[in-house]
C-alpha cells in the first residue's frame, strides 16, 4: 500500500479560503472537492479559521480601517447521489470583532522577520471596521457581531477518477442567510461555477489545484462598487511525510470584488498557507496558517483547523 491509498478526505487542500470581512458575504470558493462520497456515502467536515487584520490605508479620496479579529467555523456536507454526482452544502457562522491574537502575532512576525505594516499603530485587542469614500462614510463599525453566514448549496460531478489523478466540476448557489451589518453575509444571490483536480505523480508526492469564477448579485455593502465577477485559484502540493501525515504548501489567489479604489484591501489578493494533515481511521485533522502575500490585500495571519470524517 503507497501512502496515498490512506486518503479518505475529499480534497487534500488545506480547507481556507481569504478571510477579509469584507469578503465574507461574497460566494468566494473554499477549496473544493476532488474525491466525492460514492452513491448513498457521506462526507462531512469542520473548518475553523482565525485571522487578525490590522489596515489603514489613504488616499486622496479614500480612507479604510480594519482592526478587527474573525473566527469563522464553517461546516460543510456532501452526499452522493451516484458514484460520480454528489449534492453539497456548506454553512459558516463568523465573528467578526476585537480580540486576543494581537501580542501573538507582533511576536510571530518579529520573530520570522515578517512586515509589521500598521499593526503597531493600532490600539491592541480593539475593533473597528470603517470606510470613507469621496467624503461619505460608506460604514463604521466598533461593535464586535457574530452570527450565521450564508447557506451554500450545490451539485459536484467526477468528471476524473483514476488511480492518481482526479477532478471534480461543481456549481454552488449561495443564499441570503448572513447579514451584512454582521459582516456575516452580503443580502444577495450568488453563484459559483469551481473545477479542482488533484494528480499523484510520485508514491509521496502530489499536486492540486483549482480555477473559479463567482457571479455576484448586488449585495448590500458597498454595492456601488461591488463587482459582479470574482475570477479565484488554487495551487498546492502536498507529501506524504509518513503513512498518517501529510504536509503541504499551497498558494491561492482571487481578482478584486471593488471597483472604483485604489486601496489594496478591496483588490486582488494573493495568499500562502502552509499546514499539513493526519490521518487516522476514517477521520483527518489538519492545521496550517496563512500569510498575505500581497501585504495588506488580505488578512495578515490567519490559523486554519479542520477535521473530516466519510462515512
Do not use: C
Amino acid at each position: 500500500m503507497t501512502p496515498a491509498a490512506g486518503v479518505h478526505a475529499a480534497t487534500p487542500a488545506l480547507p481556507t479560503r481569504d478571510q477579509n470581512p469584507l469578503l465574507a458575504g461574497l460566494s468566494l470558493p473554499m477549496p473544493g472537492a476532488t474525491r466525492l462520497p460514492k452513491a448513498g456515502d457521506w462526507e462531512l467536515s469542520a473548518a475553523f479559521n482565525w485571522g487578525s487584520s490590522a489596515i489603514v490605508e489613504q488616499n486622496a479620496n479614500e480612507t479604510l480601517i480594519v482592526d478587527a479579529e474573525t473566527r469563522e467555523l464553517r461546516v460543510r456536507g456532501a452526499w452522493g447521489l451516484t458514484d460520480r454526482l454528489a449534492v453539497q452544502w456548506q454553512l459558516p457562522y463568523r465573528y467578526t470583532g476585537a480580540g486576543v491574537l494581537d501580542s501573538f502575532i507582533d511576536g510571530w512576525h518579529d520573530f520570522f522577520g515578517l512586515p509589521e505594516g500598521k499593526r503597531k499603530n493600532l490600539p491592541r485587542d480593539q475593533f473597528r471596521i470603517g470606510y470613507e469614500r469621496n467624503d461619505v462614510v460608506e460604514f463604521d463599525a466598533d461593535t464586535s457581531s457574530q452570527g450565521l453566514g450564508d447557506l451554500s448549496l450545490g451539485l459536484a460531478y467526477a468528471i476524473a477518477v483514476g488511480d492518481r489523478t482526479h477532478a471534480t466540476v461543481a456549481v454552488d448557489l449561495e443564499l441570503p442567510t448572513g447579514e451584512d451589518e454582521r459582516f456575516s453575509g452580503n443580502g444577495a444571490v450568488d453563484l459559483s461555477v469551481l473545477l479542482a483536480a488533484e494528480h499523484r505523480f510520485h508514491e509521496r508526492w502530489t499536486t492540486y489545484g483549482q480555477v473559479g469564477v463567482s457571479w455576484l448579485d448586488e449585495g448590500d455593502l458597498l454595492p456601488d462598487q461591488q463587482r459582479s465577477l470574482i475570477a479565484s485559484g488554487l495551487l498546492g502540493i502536498a507529501f506524504d511525510a509518513w503513512r498518517a501525515v501529510r504536509l503541504n504548501v499551497q498558494v491561492d489567489a482571487h481578482s478584486g470584488a471593488y471597483d472604483d479604489s485604489e486601496i489594496d484591501y478591496l483588490g486582488d489578493a494573493v495568499i500562502l498557507t502552509v499546514g499539513g494533515s493526519i490521518r487516522f481511521a476514517t477521520w483527518q485533522l489538519e492545521l496550517g496558517v496563512s500569510e498575505d502575500i500581497l501585504v495588506d490585500a488580505s488578512p495578515d495571519v490567519v490559523f486554519i483547523f479542520g477535521v473530516s470524517r466519510r462515512y
